[in-house]
């Protein structure tokens, strides 16, 4: 079973530059998740999708992140302008519908912002 | 507020000896509980998770951690350590009563010496 795809794994880009990720989670799951790492951290959760509906965007800062997930499968998140404080690893994961269940991670795109 | 606790930023070990990487919760009801590890530059993965069941759960590359609800613990225990042990290990949990999302604590990062 193919697991959590992300890309891309690295990018460079300097502030008020715009930048976006792409996730394909794991086939099936219905419940998708954008993380964010700051060195050093534990991740916290951005933005959580149940098929293509946002469940939970509490955490993300609206005014330069946005996230889609179109048809239920494939999610981006975008930043635009980007802040030097937005250099992080940036994860995906995904999960069954149940609350309970495992979050399968990706591995994650790490981004450097100049 | 509901959060997770991990005791020690950085644990270090000598090849052989004891692991313990320690973890605490704070809910109101019995948590999901979860360990992941993740290696540099790698997303997260799954070692093992409390999910009511058995307070003793196994997980993947000899870890194991005990459920401790007296003492809100779920503390990561592996008997002899080995060099690819090193990486930086998670503990999470799924606190019902609060948001219901994934919290993570900051991690705690694993050193093996030969």
């Known amino acids: 079973e193919a697991g959590v795809a992300q890309s891309p794994r690295y990018k460079i880009i300097e502030k008020r530059q715009s930048v976006a990720f792409w996730c394909n989670p794991i086939?099936?799951?219905?419940?998708l998740y954008w993380y964010q790492q700051i060195l050093g951290q534990g991740p916290k959760l951005l933005i959580q999708?149940?098929?293509?509906?946002?469940?939970?965007d509490s955490q993300l800062p609206k005014d330069r992140f946005s996230a889609e997930r179109l048809k239920g499968v494939d999610s981006t998140l975008k930043i635009q302008p980007a802040k030097l404080e937005d250099s992080a690893m940036y994860l995906c994961?995904?999960?069954?519908?149940?609350?309970?269940?495992?979050?399968?991670f990706g591995p994650g795109t790490r981004l450097l912002v100049l | 507020a509901q959060s997770v606790t991990q005791l020690g930023s950085h644990v270090s070990v000598s090849e052989g000896a004891l692991v313990l990487l320690r973890c605490n919760y704070s809910s109101s009801v019995p948590p999901y509980l979860f360990w992941y590890v993740q290696y540099p530059n790698q997303g997260l993965q799954l070692l093992l998770k409390y999910t009511s069941a058995a307070t003793l759960v196994k997980g993947i590359n000899g870890f194991e951690a005990e459920f401790k609800k007296s003492e809100t613990s779920f503390h990561l225990t592996k008997p002899s350590a080995h060099m690819s042990d090193a990486a930086e290990y998670f503990c999470a949990g799924l606190l019902q009563g609060g948001s219901e999302k994934l919290v993570f604590g900051k991690g705690t990062k694993l050193t093996v010496n030969p």
């Open positions: 999708f149940q098929n293509n509906g946002v469940v939970d």
């Open positions: 994961a995904s999960s069954s519908y149940r609350l309970e269940e495992t979050q399968y």
């Open positions: 086939s099936g799951h219905a419940t």
